[in-house]
C-alpha cells in the first residue's frame, strides 16, 4: 500500500466503489466486507502496519454511512428522472419559478447515485482528473487547467476556453468538492463559453458553490460571446463582493436568475452591462440583499421582473425615490440616468409611499392618496415627529376629503414643530378637500408656505387652518375660493410674523364664525376685496387702519371691521396706524412708512406730543411729519418738536411736511423748538409770525442735515435770547441773518457755534448795545468773509477763526483785512478786541493774503525745469524766450514752483523771462532767468578735406558733442562722432566743391555753442578713373584709377545702371554680366568713396574694343587625334569651334601659352574634307573665323 495518507477525496471514492459493489451484489455488506479483508493489515513494517489499521478504519466507517440509506431507503427520494426533470430549461417565467422553488427543497441525495437503484449508473470518474499530491488535485475545464488546493480551498483557473458547467471541476463528476470550494481565483484570460448558464453554480444542491467567498480576477473573463448567464452565480451564498464591472453582455439574451440566492452581496456594479439584446431577466436578483446598485446608460431592465426589492434613490441625493416596480420600470427615463443606487425602506400613507431620511430629517412622500391624519408617519409612530425637518412632495399627491390635522395631530406633543420646510406642495392635489380645519397647526418653524396653488372650491372649514404657524413671513391666499366656507375661526391666530395679507379673492358671504381669526399677528397691511365681509366684529385686528392711497380717514380696529363694505370703506389694501390725539389736534401713525400725521386743531405743549414719554409713538420710528390742517402752535412752544430726553427726540424725522399751515402768531417761546432734529435736510419757516417771541435760544440747534433754513423773515424785534439759536447747523451753507432786530438781545453765546459750512455773514444790522455775552459765538465757524455795521461791539471771547480763503490756494497771513484795502491787517482776536476803533470801522472784513513773489533759482544749460519758491496768490506761470512767449504751464503748490522747459530748449544767450499769474490770469509778478552753461572746449583742427569724400576729420578738447556743418553761409547738417578727442563728420560727397567756403563749429550736448567755427581746407580730388574699357561682349569693364577710389557707378545714356567693382593698386574690375549695349549707346563709369557717393569729376567712358586673336600653323595628320596649332600670346582663346565641309562638328580644345590642342576622332576627318575653325574668347566674343586646317 501507498505510504501516503489517504485523502478525503481518495476516501469518497472508495465509499462510491464499495457502496457500488453492494448495490450489484445485491446485498449491502458482503461485497464490501469483502473487499475490506482484502485491505487486511499484512505489513512487515510498524509504518505501513499502521497505515494499513487506518484504511481500515476508514473502510470500516465507510460501510457504515453506505449501509443506513439501505436499511432505510425511504430517506432518499430522488430519483433519476427527478434529477433530470431540474435540468429541464425553460423560458416561462412561472416555469422558471418553479424551478427554482423545487431546487431550493430538493433532497439532499443529488444524481451522484441511486443505492435502492440496482441499475443506476456508477458515477464516471473524471477521465483529466490527477491527484498529484496528498493535498492538491489538477485537471482541465474545456482549455483550461486548474489546480485545487484541499489545504485552503483554493481552485485556481488557468487561461483557456471554458467549456459548460457539466464539466466544471464540482459538477457531477466530483473531481472536486463543491463544499471544499473557499475561493476561486481566475489566473490568465479565461474565455466563458457561449452558453454560461450555472456556470459558477451547480444543477444539484451538491454542485453549489455555497462556501465560496470570493472570485478573483473575475476581471479576465472575456464573457464577449456568451449569449446565456442563466443562473450563472446561483446560490453563491458566501461571497460578499463580486466585480462583474467588466463584463461585456452585448450578446446576452438570458440573465434570469443570474444573482439568485447570493445571500451575502450587498452591492453590484454592472454599470458596463449591455442589456440592448436581453429578452429575459426574471428573477436576475432575487434573494439578493442589495442595498447599492450601479447602472450605465446601455442597462435597461426587461419587465421590471428582476426581483429588485425595496425602494430605490440616487446615491447622490438628487431625484426622488421610486418603488423597486418603479425603478425597473422606468430606469433610463426621466432623473433615472446612469448612476449609483441605493436601496431605502419606504412605508406607505395610504397609498403613498414615503420614506425618511434621518441623516437629513426628510420625509419623502410619493405620489398617491393619502388616508387621514391618524396614519401619518409621525401619528402612527412610525416616525418620530420631532426628527422631521422637512417634508417633501415627489409626486402627486391627493389629499383626503377631511384633511384636518393633515400636516399636524391632534394629540398633543405630536405636532411637526421642528419642520422648517415643505416643499412640493403645488403638487398636493386638494380638489375634493372639504374641511382644512388645523391643516398646518402649530407647524412653528416653517418660514414660508406654498399654498397659492390649493384648490378650495370645495372646503367648508378653515378654521385654525394655520393657527402657531409664528416663524412664517408671508402667505399667498390671494387664490383662495372660499364661496362654500363657513368657519374661519382662529385661521391665521399666532401667525406673528406674517405683517401683509391679501384676502381680496375671500368671498365670506356663508361664514359665520370668524373669531380671533387674525388674533396674535402683527399685520400692517390688508388688502380686502368687495365679497369679503367681518363677521360679528370678531377678527381680533387691533391698532387703527386707513386706506394706504391716503383717501379717507383712520379708523379703530372695531370701527373697521363694523363698518367694512360702507362709507368710505370699500375694496382696496389698508394700512395699519396708531391714532391719538395732541392737544386738540387728532394724529395717526402709519408704521409701515413711518408718517405721523397730525391734522387741524390746537397743540398742546411738548409733554403731550405723540413721541413724549407716555410711549404712544416711539420717536425713533418717526421719518416723516404732516400737518394736514391748520394746526395753531401755543404759546410756550419749548421742544414742540423736540423732546426732554434723548428717547423722546424723533431724531429720524427727514421731513416735517405742512409747516407753512403752522399757525405761530400766539407763540412767545420757541427756544429748542426744532432741537436735536439731525435727519432733517430742509425746513422750511419762511411763513413763521414771530413777531411775539421773545426767546429762540438753541431753536435749531443740533439740525446737523439741514442744508438751507430761510430766517430772513423772521420778526426779532422782541426777542432776548439767541444763545446756541443756530449752534450745530454743521450742513447749511448760507444764512441770512441781515434782517435781524438784535437791539434787545442780550446773550448770543454759541449763537453761530459749528455752522461750519456758512463761509459768510453779514451782520451789519446787528446792535449788540445791550448784549451782556458773546462767548464762543463763532466758534468752530472758519468764515472768509464778515461784515460789521457801526452798532456792533464784541463783547468777552467770541473766538473768532482765523479767515478761510475766499480762493483756493490763496496764501493768507491769518489776519483779518477790510475787503478793500482801507485797513491793515488784524488778527481775529485784536480785529474783535479792536473793532469800531481806528481803522476797524463798519464793513466787510476778509482774509488778509501774503505778498505774491516769484524766487527762481539759477538755471542751467540742460536743467528740465526752472525752479524756485513763491509768495502769495499765485497758480500758473508763462514762459518767453527772446521775446516770444514759448508756454503757460507750471506746477504752483505749498511755496514751491516748477516750471517745465525740457532739456536744452533753453541756451547760453537767450533772454528768458518766467511772468506768475494768479486763478484770474492776473500778472502777480516777473523774473529774469539766466541761463548759464558749465561746458568748455572746441574744435582745434580739421583735417583737409578731399573733394567726393564722405568724411570730414579733425581734433576737438572738452565736452564737444556734436558740431555744425557751414558751406557758403548756409547750414547744411548737424552731427558727428566726437571720441577720445578726435572726430568724424559725414558728408554727402556732392555738397562741398570746388572754390566752396566751409567752417565746422563744435556744439555740447545742449547745443551751447563751444569755441569759434573752424575751417575747412578743401584739397584735391579724392580719385580720378583714368582708363576704361570693355572688349566685345565681356562680362567686365577694366580699366585703371588714380587716387582713392572704392566703388564704380556703371551709367549708360545717363541711367544708373549698377554700382560695385573691385578696385586695388590703380587697376579695377566692373562686373557687368551679360549686359547688352549698341554702337550708339553712351557707357559712362563713375568712381565713388567708401560710402557709395560719386567722385564729382571722376566719371569715364568706357570703349569697346573688337577683340581678335592671331592664329597660326593649324595642322592635322590623318589617322591622329589632335589638330594643333599656335595663337598670340596676347590674346585670351577660350575655345573652338570645328567645321568639316562647312558643317560643324564640334566645340572644345586646349589653350594655354600660345599652343593650340584640339581632340577629333581618328576616323572623322578624310584626306579629301575641307577643315576650318573659329576661335572665341570666354565671353563669347569671336577672335578670329575660317581658319584653315591643313590636312595631310
Do not use: C
Not at 513 to 538: E, N, Y
Not at 832 to 838: A, D, F, I, P, W
Not at 1001 to 1022: A, N, R, S
Request: proline share 2%; hydrophobic share 35%.
Amino acid at each position: 500500500m501507498s505510504k501516503k495518507k489517504l485523502t478525503a477525496k481518495r476516501k469518497k471514492q472508495l465509499l462510491t466503489m464499495f457502496a457500488v459493489a453492494g448495490v450489484m451484489g445485491n446485498t449491502g455488506i458482503a461485497p464490501t466486507m469483502a473487499l475490506a479483508d482484502t485491505l487486511t493489515p499484512t505489513a512487515e513494517t510498524a509504518t505501513e502496519q499502521t497505515q494499513a489499521n487506518e484504511a481500515k478504519e476508514v473502510i470500516d466507517q465507510t460501510i457504515q454511512n453506505v449501509t443506513d440509506p439501505l436499511v432505510n431507503p425511504t430517506d432518499s427520494t430522488t430519483t433519476a428522472s427527478d434529477s433530470l426533470a431540474t435540468t429541464d430549461e425553460t423560458t416561462d417565467d412561472t416555469q422558471d419559478q418553479a424551478t427554482e422553488q423545487e431546487q431550493a427543497t430538493a433532497p439532499t441525495a443529488e444524481s451522484e447515485g441511486d443505492a435502492t437503484n440496482p441499475t443506476a449508473e456508477a458515477p464516471k470518474v473524471a477521465k483529466k482528473a490527477n491527484v498529484v499530491a496528498a493535498s492538491e488535485i489538477t485537471g482541465t475545464w474545456g482549455t483550461s487547467p486548474y489546480t485545487f488546493d484541499e489545504n485552503t480551498g483554493v481552485l485556481t483557473i488557468g487561461a483557456g476556453e471554458l467549456s459548460g458547467y457539466t464539466e466544471s471541476p464540482w459538477s457531477e463528476n466530483k473531481n472536486v468538492d463543491a463544499e471544499a470550494i473557499k475561493k476561486i481565483v481566475l489566473s490568465g484570460k479565461v474565455v466563458a463559453p457561449k452558453n454560461s448558464r450555472l456556470l459558477f453554480s451547480g444543477n444539484t444542491p451538491a454542485e453549489k458553490l455555497t462556501n465560496v467567498t470570493e472570485i478573483e480576477g473575475l476581471s479576465q473573463l472575456d464573457t464577449s460571446n456568451v449569449t446565456d448567464m442563466w443562473k450563472m452565480f446561483k446560490d453563491m451564498s458566501s461571497i460578499t463582493s463580486l466585480d462583474v464591472s467588466g463584463f461585456d453582455t452585448s450578446n446576452v439574451t438570458d440573465m434570469r436568475s443570474m444573482f439568485y440566492g447570493m445571500s451575502s452581496v450587498t452591492s453590484l456594479d454592472v454599470s458596463n452591462f449591455d442589456t440592448s439584446k436581453v429578452t429575459f431577466m426574471s428573477y436576475m436578483f432575487a434573494d439578493a440583499p442589495l442595498k447599492k446598485l450601479t447602472l450605465g446608460d446601455t442597462f435597461k431592465f426587461v419587465e421590471a421582473n428582476a426581483s429588485l426589492t425595496s425602494a430605490w434613490k440616487r446615491e447622490d441625493g438628487k431625484g426622488t425615490f421610486y418603488s423597486a416596480e418603479d425603478f425597473m420600470k422606468n430606469y433610463g427615463t426621466g432623473d433615472l440616468t446612469a448612476g449609483t443606487y441605493v436601496s431605502v425602506e419606504t412605508d406607505t400613507w395610504g397609498t403613498s409611499p414615503y420614506m425618511f431620511d434621518k441623516d437629513t430629517g426628510t420625509l419623502t412622500i410619493g405620489a398617491g392618496e393619502l388616508s387621514g391624519y391618524k396614519e401619518s408617519p409621525w401619528s402612527s409612530n412610525k416616525v418620530d415627529n420631532k426628527a422631521i425637518k422637512k417634508i417633501v412632495l415627489a409626486g402627486k399627491v391627493v389629499a383626503p376629503e377631511n384633511s384636518n390635522y393633515l400636516f399636524s395631530t391632534s394629540t398633543v406633543g405630536k405636532d411637526l414643530t421642528n419642520v422648517t420646510e415643505i416643499e412640493g406642495l403645488s403638487q398636493l392635489d386638494t380638489s375634493n378637500v372639504t374641511d382644512m380645519s388645523y391643516m398646518f397647526f402649530g407647524m412653528s418653524s416653517v418660514t414660508s408656505l406654498d399654498v397659492s396653488s390649493f384648490d378650495t372650491s370645495n372646503v367648508t372649514t378653515m378654521s385654525y387652518m394655520f393657527y402657531g404657524m409664528s416663524s412664517v413671513t408671508g402667505l399667498d391666499v390671494s387664490n383662495f375660493d372660499t364661496s362654500n366656507v363657513t368657519t374661519m375661526g382662529y385661521m391665521f391666530k399666532g401667525m406673528g410674523s406674517v405683517t401683509s395679507l391679501d384676502l381680496s379673492n375671500f368671498d365670506t358671504s356663508n361664514v359665520t364664525d370668524m373669531t380671533d381669526m387674525f388674533f396674535g399677528t402683527s399685520l400692517k397691511k390688508l388688502i380686502l376685496g368687495d365679497t369679503f365681509k367681518f363677521v360679528a366684529g370678531k377678527g381680533a385686528l387691533t391698532s387703527a387702519w386707513k386706506r394706504e392711497d391716503g383717501k379717507g380717514k383712520a379708523y379703530t380696529a372695531a370701527d373697521f371691521m363694523k363698518n367694512y363694505g360702507t362709507g368710505d370703506l370699500t375694496a382696496g389694501t389698508y394700512v395699519s396706524v396708531e391714532i391719538g390725539t395732541w392737544g386738540t389736534s387728532p394724529y395717526n401713525f402709519d408704521e409701515t412708512t413711518g408718517t405721523l400725521t397730525i391734522e387741524a386743531g390746537e397743540l398742546s405743549g411738548f409733554v403731550e406730543s405723540p413721541w413724549s414719554e407716555n410711549k404712544k409713538v416711539d420717536a425713533t420710528a418717526i421719518k416723516k411729519i404732516v400737518l394736514s390742517g391748520k394746526v395753531v402752535a401755543p404759546e410756550n412752544s419749548f421742544l414742540l418738536f423736540s423732546g426732554n430726553t434723548s428717547a423722546d427726540k424723533p431724531t429720524n424725522v427727514t421731513e416735517i411736511e405742512g409747516l407753512s399751515q403752522l399757525d405761530t402768531s400766539n407763540v412767545t417761546d420757541m427756544s429748542k423748538m426744532f432741537k436735536g432734529m439731525s435727519s432733517i435736510t430742509s425746513l422750511d419757516v419762511s411763513g413763521f409770525d414771530t413777531s411775539k417771541v421773545t426767546n429762540m435760544q438753541h431753536m435749531f440747534s443740533g439740525m446737523s442735515s439741514v442744508t438751507s433754513l430761510d430766517v430772513s423773515g423772521f420778526d426779532t424785534s422782541n426777542v432776548t435770547d439767541m444763545a446756541n439759536m443756530f449752534r450745530g447747523m454743521s450742513s447749511v451753507t448760507s444764512l441770512d441773518v441781515s434782517g435781524f432786530d438784535t437791539s434787545n438781545v442780550t446773550t448770543m453765546e454759541n449763537m453761530f457755534y459749528n455752522i461750519s459750512s456758512v463761509t459768510s455773514l453779514d451782520l451789519s444790522v446787528f446792535d449788540t448795545s445791550n448784549v451782556t455775552t458773546m462767548q464762543d459765538m463763532f466758534k468752530d465757524t472758519p468764515l472768509a468773509k464778515l461784515t460789521l455795521g457801526d452798532h456792533f461791539k464784541a463783547v468777552g471771547d467770541t473766538k473768532l477763526s482765523a479767515p478761510k480763503a475766499l480762493n483756493e490756494g490763496d496764501q493768507l497771513t491769518g489776519n483779518w483785512i477790510r475787503e478793500d484795502g482801507q485797513s491793515k491787517g488784524y488778527s481775529p482776536a485784536d480785529f474783535m478786541t479792536n473793532y469800531g476803533t481806528g481803522d476797524l470801522t463798519a464793513g466787510t472784513y476778509v482774509a488778509e493774503l501774503v505778498k505774491s513773489e516769484l524766487k527762481p533759482q539759477e538755471y542751467h544749460v540742460g536743467d528740465v525745469n526752472i525752479t524756485g519758491t513763491y509768495t502769495g496768490d499765485m497758480s500758473l506761470g508763462r514762459l518767453t524766450v527772446n521775446g516770444k512767449v514759448v508756454s503757460w504751464g507750471g506746477s504752483f503748490k505749498d511755496g514751491q514752483f516748477s516750471y517745465y522747459v525740457g532739456v536744452g530748449k533753453l541756451k547760453v544767450g537767450d533772454k528768458v523771462v518766467l511772468d506768475g499769474y494768479n486763478k484770474e490770469k492776473e500778472l502777480i509778478d516777473s523774473k529774469e532767468i539766466e541761463v548759464i552753461s558749465e561746458s568748455s572746449g572746441s574744435i582745434d583742427q580739421v583735417d583737409t578735406y578731399k573733394l567726393g569724400d564722405s568724411t570730414i576729420t579733425g581734433t576737438y578738447t572738452g565736452d564737444i558733442h556734436k558740431g555744425k556743418l557751414v558751406v557758403n553761409g548756409e547750414v547744411i547738417s548737424w552731427g558727428g562722432t566726437y571720441k577720445d578727442g578726435k572726430f568724424s563728420y559725414y558728408v554727402n560727397s556732392q555738397i562741398i566743391k570746388a572754390g566752396d567756403q566751409a567752417t565746422i563749429q563744435g556744439y555740447d550736448k545742449f547745443d551751447t555753442p563751444l569755441g569759434d567755427p573752424q575751417p575747412v581746407t578743401i584739397g584735391e580730388q579724392l580719385g580720378q578713373l583714368t582708363e576704361a574699357h570693355r572688349v566685345g561682349s565681356s562680362t567686365v569693364i577694366e580699366g585703371n584709377y588714380t587716387g582713392d577710389v572704392y566703388q564704380g557707378i556703371l551709367l549708360v545714356n545717363g541711367e544708373k545702371v549698377s554700382q560695385g567693382g573691385s578696385f586695388k593698386d590703380g587697376k579695377f574690375s566692373y562686373y557687368v554680366g551679360n549686359l547688352k549695349v549698341s554702337e550708339d549707346d553712351q557707357v559712362v563709369l563713375m568712381g565713388a568713396n567708401n560710402r557709395g557717393q560719386q567722385i564729382p569729376g571722376s566719371e569715364i567712358d568706357v570703349t569697346i574694343q573688337t577683340p581678335t586673336a592671331e592664329i597660326n600653323e593649324l595642322t592635322y595628320k590623318i589617322g591622329t587625334q589632335t589638330i594643333k596649332g599656335a595663337y598670340g600670346s596676347d590674346t585670351q582663346v577660350h575655345q573652338g569651334h570645328l567645321f568639316v565641309n562647312g558643317k560643324l562638328i564640334s566645340k572644345g580644345g586646349s589653350f594655354k601659352d600660345g599652343a593650340i590642342s584640339y581632340y577629333v576622332k581618328p576616323d572623322l576627318i578624310k584626306a579629301d574634307d575641307q577643315v576650318t575653325m573659329n576661335f572665341y574668347d570666354g565671353s563669347g566674343n569671336l577672335l578670329a573665323e575660317n581658319q584653315t586646317v591643313s590636312v595631310n
